[in-house]
């Protein structure tokens, strides 16, 4: 074995070393994410606040409580407004530490260690590539390290943006802890040199954008089903209903349904423009590389279905009578159809762009 092709394999296995080690970091986040949401809805104070969520009037001023000795200024929700029309206003929740002091120092950590964890994923994306020496998405298992590695990105540089999104955590981590798991389980792929098709520069044109689309679409969903959660608990209050304690206790703590739906549909139109260029990078790199720009292969048809889906709910949900709900459904099922252009078609269907390397 010569020293490049030592380099390479020593390359790899730090590469390896550095995923399971980022899983590790994530496990421990994904327990402080626990805990935030626990410890928050156990105190006082955490009782305190949810009871306050469910006040819009004097949302603009503060709450001084009692904690260990000293006081500890929480601000009181802002009051947002339903997107539905003829619905009340609501404000949004806490957040889900409930607007403690022991719930929100467990979700620093969490947020703390989900950084560190990114970091290490990073690090392990950096190394696989420079062991082929080539961009690391070349078959599923590289996509799935990357794509992770892009949804927690996008996640703390909104954290880092100021936006409130700190909700998103739990599911994030659990999500990525999920994915990971497949990847090294069953989608692992030796280090490996590109097949001829592949050798251009639009792989990283291409496939990059195709990467950052599909986590910040991710993102879009987590946010889209929780509306439809918190948009259901809203529909039973407003009708007199009691929801259990449980659900109370999480609901009372997120943001209201509109927030909700104002997030997952802005983060959706936000990336759209990029799933249109990513189609068409694509075309162009069939043209260079199958000398013709659309073949209807499985990966085309779903990639052109899924930019179908999402233009569909972007344009229900620029329309009065298809807000809310419906255009909801519509967004999952647009991002279902990504979904299935990833596993779906790379796994079980054959064609040009078969390369997933299980």
């Not at 947020?111 to 994923?121: G, K």
């Not at 950096?126 to 927690?152: D, G, K």
Request: hydrophobic share 50%.
């Amino acid at each position: 074995m010569n020293l490049a092709a030592a380099t390479n394999e020593s390359l790899a296995h730090t590469s390896n070393v550095l995923i399971y080690s980022s899983m590790a970091v994530y496990t421990l986040a994904f327990f402080a994410h626990i805990a935030e949401w626990v410890l928050g809805s156990r105190s006082k104070v955490g009782r305190t606040a949810a009871a306050l969520s469910g006040s819009a009037a004097g949302a603009s001023s503060p709450v001084v409580v009692a904690q260990g000795g000293s006081t500890a200024v929480l601000e009181r929700p802002k009051v947002v407004t339903r997107s539905a029309a003829g619905t009340r206003d609501v404000p949004d929740g806490p957040g889900a530490a409930g607007g403690t002091f022991k719930g929100d120092l467990w979700g620093r950590i969490a947020v703390s260690l989900t950084v560190v964890a990114f970091a290490v994923e990073a690090g392990g994306v950096i190394t696989r590539a420079l062991s082929v020496q080539r961009a690391p998405w070349a078959n599923m298992y590289e996509f799935s390290i990357t794509f992770s590695t892009v949804a927690v990105g996008s996640y703390l540089v909104l954290l880092a943006l100021k936006k409130n999104v700190r909700w998103i955590g739990l599911p994030l981590v659990t999500t990525v802890l999920l994915d990971l798991g497949i990847a090294v389980t069953t989608l692992y792929t030796d280090s490996d040199q590109l097949v001829p098709a592949l050798h251009s520069y639009w792989l990283w044109i291409h496939v990059s954008t195709a990467i950052i689309c599909g986590a910040v679409f991710y993102l879009g969903a987590v946010g889209t089903v929780l509306y439809l959660f918190r948009d259901s608990y809203e529909n039973k209050l407003a009708g007199g209903g009691t929801p259990g304690k449980f659900a109370s206790s999480v609901m009372e703590r997120l943001p209201s349904a509109s927030s909700l739906d104002k997030f997952s549909y802005r983060i959706n139109a936000a990336v759209f423009p990029l799933w249109t260029f990513t189609i068409i990078a694509g075309a162009i790199w069939a043209g260079d590389a199958w000398g013709r720009y659309w073949g209807w292969d499985p990966k085309e048809v779903w990639s052109f279905i899924t930019w179908v889906a999402y233009a569909a709910y972007l344009h229900a949900r620029a329309t009065a009578g298809w807000k809310g709900r419906k255009a909801a459904y519509l967004a999952l099922v647009a991002f279902g159809c990504w979904l299935f252009n990833y596993y779906g078609v790379n796994i079980f269907v054959t064609g040009l762009h078969s390369y997933a390397g299980v």
